[in-house]
């Protein structure tokens, strides 16, 4: 599949073990956030999103936090999956701008 | 995917040629994007529609031209296509500005030889 990036950080966790993906943003006044999942040959997938007014979401297997003190997102992800391994990045957007992306991190699951 | 789709999927072009790649989707969303992707720089926006004739540009725009005629068609031309476009281009779409996120294309993979 497309490379999405070949000079990407990455983060490597064994298969069960839990993942934390970090991002920061670069607008103090962004009030919603998303997180996406690319794996190889796709586009973006939308995993989990999270407004300037809550600090913590959960969805299934994953949880955003955002700490706006520090302009610092981040994603967890439970027991991680080999079909869990990607690119993962952040997304801000500006009281209805258009969303600015950040440069991502690939995520690889060992087994 | 989920209403939006771009063709080609693959593509590959001389240096000078004109190349038009299209995005289509069925959900009536008023915003569309093309965005480039390169190793290195993530997603990069090269131009967006807030509407049918309502286009605008983005960070990465120079060589490039879109146009909206319909709500379920944005169309990106390169051109005079050079070998620095040779990239993955996404199309996106969203319903409602800060509200939801995109909705991205599977990605048209262009060389430009």
Same mark, same amino acid.
């Given at each position: ?10 983060? &490597? ?7 934390? /993906?970090? %991002? ?17 040959? *796709? ?24 700490? *706006? ?20 990045? %952040? ?21 | 995917?989920?209403? /939006? ?5 693959? @593509? ?10 299209? %995005? ?28 049918? @004739? ?15 005629? @319909? ?19 996404? %199309? ?13 294309? &599977? ?7």
């Amino acid at each position: 599949g497309e490379s999405v990036g070949l000079h990407l950080p990455t983060l &490597s966790v064994q298969e069960g073990d839990n993942s934390i /993906i970090n %991002c920061a943003y670069s607008n103090s006044a962004s009030d919603y956030f998303i997180w996406y999942k690319q794996e190889s040959g *796709k586009g973006p997938q939308f995993i989990i999103d999270i407004r300037s007014n809550m600090d913590k979401r959960q969805g299934q297997r994953v949880t955003v936090l955002l700490n *706006k003190t520090v302009k610092h997102l981040s994603l967890q992800i439970a027991a991680t999956q080999p079909g869990d391994s990607a690119v993962y990045f %952040c997304a801000e957007n500006n009281y209805g701008q258009n969303f600015v992306f950040g440069p991502g991190t690939r995520l690889s699951v060992l087994p | 995917d989920a209403g /939006i789709t771009q063709s080609p999927r693959h @593509k590959v072009t001389e240096t000078g040629t004109p190349v038009t790649l299209r %995005c289509h989707q069925t959900e009536n969303h008023r915003y569309m994007y093309w965005y480039r992707q390169d190793p290195g720089h993530g997603l990069r926006l090269i131009h967006y529609s807030y509407g049918v @004739k309502d286009t605008d540009k983005g960070e990465v725009s120079d060589g490039y031209s879109v146009s909206r005629s @319909k709500t379920e068609d944005f169309l990106l031309t390169l051109e005079s296509a050079t070998s620095s476009q040779t990239s993955v281009y996404f %199309c996106a779409m969203t319903g409602t500005l800060g509200v939801y996120g995109y909705t991205f294309g &599977s990605g048209t993979r262009l060389t430009v030889v």
